[in-house]
């Protein structure tokens, strides 16, 4: 039984592929285009009888543009060579019409042009059939940018690590120097105290009565200072090892450190109210908070001497995964303008006479204290007392 | 060398230092039983003798031993002491300028007894060697 035959034009133009026939002369004249086609190109069934390069031009914005030149040349090679010729992927911008807002869109086409041979073997058209790869060619070039970022950025990562190794090594050097320094230094400063302090001690036991009460007095002050010369150096000595021990975690009980402490510091002779809540877990080196609390705890007891009552109260709460801890006392105070001061090492607010002390002490509290990440605050008002709080990470936080 | 034997030997070799610890023990009459050495040289000679002369002193009660000594350094010389039979029992108390010393822990592990922070005064001197067990007898042998 006779089939009919179908109609090949409707077939042609209405085919789900993206094709076009072109006439093999220089101009490439559009002589047939599917449905498909103008709707990838956004163009009409106008452009047929036109030619291909007028309806389809390079972007003229592209410097790099090539696509009018490399499809000519292999619709060249067709001809030539009578045989299809497969492009590689091609960047060919398309026109957008003036109804989208002009100019061109960036599109990216795998062309395969065929020859259609006529009668006598000659090339009678040329089918350019084209697959849009727009999509695919933008999500490679994406990947291969960001290839480049990340191999770019692997590079000046593995640079700044050679860098911070070497960094390491320049402090760890300069540490196992300063190490060296200070232990030479505080060591080769205690002799000549040693035989000041020893011999003006000479003086008032062998020479009492020489001296009369004056000149004892005299030798009392050399000998007082050469004990605080010697306090000083261990705290300088403590204060600069500090920095350089690497810290011990664990999961400190806080309030029995500070009661422990406490117990430790307290004059019996004197009425001192000392009241410790209860105080949340820290998570640091347990030695150094201990010494945290010592200076905390000596400095509220020592300023509080004036008062007849000392009070001196410590309390701790969990505050967004941070542990903090306040030492409040009603001693002296201090003047809150000099607040900055307070924590400097050997600064002080009250005069020796007044209260004894290196003025190590807070600046050992904070350097802990920053070790672990934490903070420490002053406040307080001369005559009303002061009240100092400093707070550590939790484990998480760390 | 020509040296008395000593029921004490110092080992120190800062002046200053010596004479305040040889005041602490003058005190109490303990002073003419330490034979002071300056450097650690002295001291070899004295404990073991010169290999070639002999000559080696009956060994001391207690040493004294600063652990910062010229020629022949404290800790060799502590090392020797602990090393010889005829030494080794011999109590040495370390001289150390501060307890946190780093020597003091090397000194210990090489058989130091015990040490005193100097300037050695009379008391931790006592407290020391009482802690050693040889006080009674060294007053025992206080001579007038």
């Given amino acids: ?398 | 060398m020509n040296l008395h034997p000593a029921e004490i030997l110092l080992a120190e070799d800062n002046d200053e230092d010596a004479e305040l610890t040889l005041r602490a023990l003058d005190k109490h009459k303990l002073a003419n039983l330490v034979l002071r050495v300056s450097d650690g040289a002295a001291a070899m000679e004295y404990l073991f003798g010169d290999p070639e002369t002999g000559g080696a002193q009956p060994a001391p009660r207690v040493i004294l031993l600063d652990l910062k000594l010229p020629k022949v350094d404290g800790l060799e010389v502590l090392r020797r002491l602990k090393a010889t039979e005829s030494t080794r029992r011999v109590p040495v108390v370390v001289l150390t300028s501060s307890r946190e010393d780093r020597d003091l822990t090397t000194a210990y592990s090489l058989g130091a007894n015990s040490y005193i922070v100097k300037p050695v005064d009379f008391d931790s001197f006592v407290k020391v060697v009482e802690q050693l067990g040889s006080y009674w007898a060294l007053l025992n042998e206080r001579p007038g």
């Fill in chain 1, 1 to 398: 039984m006779a089939v009919e035959a179908p109609d090949f034009r409707a077939l042609f133009e209405q085919a789900p592929a993206l094709f076009l026939v072109l006439l093999p002369s220089p101009r490439f004249t559009i002589v047939g285009v599917s449905d498909e086609y103008l709707r990838a190109t956004m163009t009409t069934r106008a452009i047929v009888g036109r030619d291909l390069f007028d309806v389809f031009p390079d972007n003229p914005d592209d410097p790099n543009a090539d696509g009018e030149r490399n499809l000519r040349a292999s619709l060249d090679r067709v001809i030539r060579e009578r045989k299809p010729d497969s492009m590689p992927t091609q960047k060919y911008d398309i026109r957008k019409p003036e109804s989208e807002g002009g100019g061109f869109e960036e599109r990216f086409w795998r062309p395969l042009n065929s020859p259609v041979l006529g009668a006598r073997g000659e090339v009678a058209w040329i089918v350019h059939r084209v697959e849009d790869v727009t999509q695919v060619a933008k999500l490679e070039k994406q990947r291969v940018d960001m290839l480049e970022q990340i191999r770019r950025h692997a590079k000046e990562l593995q640079e700044a690590n050679a860098r911070l190794e070497m960094r390491r090594h320049e402090l760890e050097e300069a540490n196992r120097d300063l190490d060296g320094f200070s232990y030479s230094v505080s060591h080769d400063l205690r002799a000549p105290l040693r035989a000041i302090g020893g011999f003006a001690k000479i003086l008032v036991e062998d020479h009492a009565e020489r001296l009369g009460e004056e000149g004892r007095r005299v030798t009392e002050v050399i000998r007082r200072n050469t004990e605080r010369m010697g306090h000083l150096i261990d705290d300088l000595l403590a204060f600069s090892r500090l920095g350089r021990q690497p810290l011990q975690h664990s999961d400190v009980d806080m309030t029995s450190l500070a009661r422990s402490v406490a117990t430790e510091l307290v004059d019996p002779e004197r009425a001192i109210e000392l009241r410790i809540g209860d105080l949340p877990r820290a998570w640091g080196d347990g030695n150094l908070l201990r010494q945290v609390w010592f200076n905390l705890i000596s400095n509220a007891i020592k300023y509080t001497r004036p008062r007849e009552r000392a009070t001196i109260e410590i309390e701790g709460k969990m505050d967004h995964g941070a542990s903090v801890y306040t030492v409040r006392d009603n001693g002296v105070g201090f003047d809150e303008r000099y607040v900055d001061k307070l924590f400097g090492v050997f600064q002080r607010l009250h005069g020796a006479s007044e209260f004894e002390g290196t003025g190590v002490g807070l600046a050992l509290v904070q350097r802990i204290v920053r070790r672990h990440d934490g903070w420490v605050r002053a406040e307080g008002k001369v005559g009303e007392g002061a009240t100092f709080t400093f707070a550590l990470h939790g484990k998480e936080g760390a």
